[in-house]
């Protein structure tokens, strides 16, 4: 099985922030790599696919990029709503394995 | 508008059976392969089973292969979970979500039914 790891685990930052979160596959994964946003209570939404690909609607102050083992999702501009889990989830080979989460709170 | 709505959870005893549906709407269901995913309380989201627009090819997480069933009708634009056996630690909050595309990504996730296994 593969699996993903994030870092940090956790994070404070204040509106205006520029965050960086990690994500790490045991293996290559080529560019199957997606983001997912959660906030309490809510199932999750996604917010990049195949690694940097923007999802529809989603603001563009989120970006993603990377590609075999590592990955990086970007928030350029924290804003009050982005305060949230983030996941990132790899699709290359079941089972469908998901980071572990890095929260992110108001500092 | 694409929706996914989960049904079914409820209070179960171990050792007990529930069967999980979640209703599409909004697009062609036929077209999609389908996966549930769980949550437990205060924890990580755990991907739990994969069924393919035919239900030829299916997938299950090592933790409930040989208990969990998946399964889907095309016709009533519905995918199921038949959970049996179940135990303490299936208790979760279970997610059915639409997989897309060629990188097969999940879009949208329904919202969520809660499955509670306890004496």
């Known amino acids: 099985d593969i699996q993903m790891t994030q870092s940090p685990s956790s994070l404070s930052a204040s509106v205006g922030d520029r965050v960086t979160i990690t994500c790490r596959a045991s293996?290559?994964?080529?560019?199957?790599l997606n983001w997912y946003q959660q906030k309490t209570g809510k199932a999750p939404q996604l917010l990049i696919y195949?690694?940097?690909s923007l999802q529809s609607g989603v603001p563009s102050r989120f970006s993603g990029s990377g590609s075999g083992t590592d990955f990086t999702l970007t928030i350029s501009s924290l804003q009050p709503e982005d305060f949230a889990t983030y996941y990132c989830?790899?699709?290359?080979?079941?089972?469908?394995?998901f980071g572990p989460g890095t929260k992110v709170d108001i500092k | 508008e694409v929706q996914l709505v989960e049904s079914g959870g409820g209070l179960v005893q171990p050792g007990g059976s529930l069967r999980l549906s979640c209703a599409a709407s909004?697009?062609?269901?036929?077209?999609?392969?389908m996966n549930w995913v769980r949550q437990a309380p205060g924890k990580g989201l755990e991907w739990v089973s994969y069924?393919?627009?035919?239900?030829?090819?299916?997938y299950y997480a090592d933790s409930v292969r040989g208990r969990f069933t998946i399964s889907r009708d095309n016709a009533k634009n519905s995918l199921y979970l038949q959970m049996n056996s179940l135990r303490d630690e299936d208790t979760a909050v279970y997610y059915c979500?639409?997989?897309?595309?060629?990188?097969?990504?999940?879009?949208?996730w329904g919202q969520g039914t809660l499955v509670t296994v306890s004496s």
């Open positions: 979500a639409r997989q897309v595309g060629y990188y097969k990504w999940f879009d949208p």
């Open positions: 909004g697009f062609t269901f036929s077209s999609y392969s």
């Open positions: 069924i393919s627009t035919s239900s030829s090819t299916i």
């Open positions: 293996q290559s994964i080529d560019n199957y």
């Open positions: 195949a690694a940097s």
């Open positions: 989830q790899q699709s290359y080979s079941t089972p469908f394995t």
